[in-house]
């Protein structure tokens, strides 16, 4: 009799403890994952930028859409993580930056999308850019960088990131991709000395083209390009500071003649 109390106390002790741990466990395997938290506070410091870009002039509603969705941090080295939503721009390597906030979607909005349009971008970086104008979901986007570990990372990233919509090349961007010419718009996100004419070739008869223009090194004037009456017409829309258009294009057609207002 003894013996069969023993055994039936051993066993209530043991279903107890079993009890016990199954309580301390439950919570871990419940509780929300770090990562989680970390992209709650990502996404409202991309509704402060937002909101930020709103005061500064930016209405185009599927332009700030995409602004609040696409996640900058991915685009940005891992040192400048607590600058990400920073309206400034910031380095990526390789003498190379990813554009201020404002003046990504600044360029996005005046190049005027419309559901169904190419748009080519010239000097890809990391890919925000190019990032931006896929993630409004009604253009096909053709992207070229230079900087072979740019492009390459960039294609990876972009991909992670599901926009199936984006076309990366590596190469000079001077020249454009003429493969898949016309363009309804192409944006430009290094500043050449000068028009570069391939592009001009490759634009749509009704299409948008914007650019920074300048000296190297210097404070640059961003163009807006667009035909009126057949004729191809320019609109200097201030001062603006971009990275230099590198390359052999720009090497052996430097000092032509820029459009003027």
């Not at 700030?64 to 996640?71: D, G």
């Not at 990032?131 to 096909?140: K, N, P, Q, R, S």
């Not at 201030?238 to 003027?260: A, C, M, N």
Request: net charge negative; proline share 7%.
């Amino acid at each position: 009799m003894e013996g069969k109390l023993f055994t039936i106390l051993l066993l209530c002790l043991l279903i107890s403890c079993s009890r016990a741990a199954t309580e301390i466990t439950t919570p871990e395997s419940t509780s929300v994952p770090a990562s989680s938290q970390t992209t709650d506070v990502y996404e409202q410091e991309r509704q402060q930028l937002v909101e930020e870009l709103k005061a500064m002039g930016i209405q185009n509603e599927d332009v700030l859409r995409s602004m609040a969705s696409v996640p900058r941090h991915e685009f940005v080295p891992v040192e400048y993580l607590a600058q990400a939503y920073e309206n400034h721009p910031l380095p990526i390597g390789y003498g190379q930056t990813i554009s201020q906030p404002y003046i990504v979607a600044w360029m996005t909005e005046l190049i005027e999308l419309k559901p169904g349009e190419k748009v080519l971008e010239i000097g890809t970086g990391s890919g925000y850019q190019a990032a931006i104008l896929a993630e409004l979901g009604y253009v096909d986007v053709y992207t070229i960088e230079i900087v072979p570990e740019l492009a390459e990372s960039a294609s990876a990233r972009l991909q992670k990131l599901d926009y199936g919509n984006v076309q990366v090349k590596q190469g000079d961007g001077y020249y454009g991709w003429p493969e898949y010419a016309p363009y309804d718009a192409i944006i430009v996100t290094a500043a050449p000395d000068h028009l570069p004419a391939p592009l001009v070739d490759q634009l749509a008869p009704d299409g948008r083209l914007v650019i920074p223009i300048g000296p190297q090194g210097w404070f640059q004037s961003l163009w807006k390009f667009v035909y009126e009456g057949g004729e191809l017409k320019g609109y200097n829309l201030g001062g603006v500071s971009f990275v230099p258009l590198t390359g052999s294009g720009i090497e052996q057609h430097q000092g032509e003649v820029t459009p003027r207002r």
